[in-house]
């Protein structure tokens, strides 16, 4: 089952009820199966727009968004935002308006799609 968590400051509570604390404030958070995806405050990550980190069940740091390069933008993209697009796949939603596709437990980009 994947859902959105409730967040507040840099915490997060897991489904089981589990309070996990993290370094940055928490803009949104989603849980997939044993995978937490965790879109960071960007203010925070001036020098790149790598605000989303993948950890698994116990709260361990899996991975970290890799810089995208979208049509006309330059590389300052953050992310603003998670949503839950299959059982399989969530989009990491950027301040221009582009969703990128990744896997939740790895990491790796999948795709991309404009929403504006």
Same mark, same amino acid.
Request: net charge positive.
């Given at each position: 089952?994947?859902?959105?968590?409730?967040?507040?400051? !840099?915490?997060?509570?897991?489904?089981?009820?589990?309070?996990?604390?993290?370094?940055?404030?928490?803009?949104?958070?989603? #849980?997939?199966?044993?995978?937490?995806?965790?879109?960071?405050?960007?203010?925070?990550? /001036? /020098?790149?727009?790598?605000? %989303?980190? @993948?950890?698994?069940?116990?709260?361990?740091? %899996?991975? #970290?968004?890799?810089?995208?390069? %979208?049509? @006309?933008?330059? !590389?300052?993209?953050?992310?603003?935002?998670?949503?839950?697009?299959?059982? !399989?796949?969530? @989009?990491?939603? !950027?301040?221009?308006?582009?969703?990128?596709? %990744?896997?939740?437990?790895?990491?790796?980009?999948?795709?991309?799609?404009?929403?504006?």
């Amino acid at each position: 089952m994947n859902s959105k968590l409730t967040t507040y400051g !840099n915490r997060v509570t897991l489904r089981d009820g589990r309070v996990l604390a993290f370094q940055f404030p928490i803009l949104d958070a989603v #849980q997939f199966n044993d995978a937490l995806i965790v879109c960071y405050s960007f203010d925070h990550f /001036k /020098k790149n727009d790598c605000n %989303v980190f @993948g950890y698994d069940k116990y709260g361990s740091l %899996v991975w #970290q968004v890799k810089p995208q390069k %979208v049509i @006309g933008y330059n !590389n300052k993209n953050p992310y603003a935002g998670i949503r839950i697009e299959d059982d !399989n796949t969530a @989009g990491l939603i !950027n301040v221009r308006g582009w969703v990128i596709i %990744v896997d939740p437990s790895t990491g790796e980009v999948m795709g991309k799609d404009w929403t504006k």
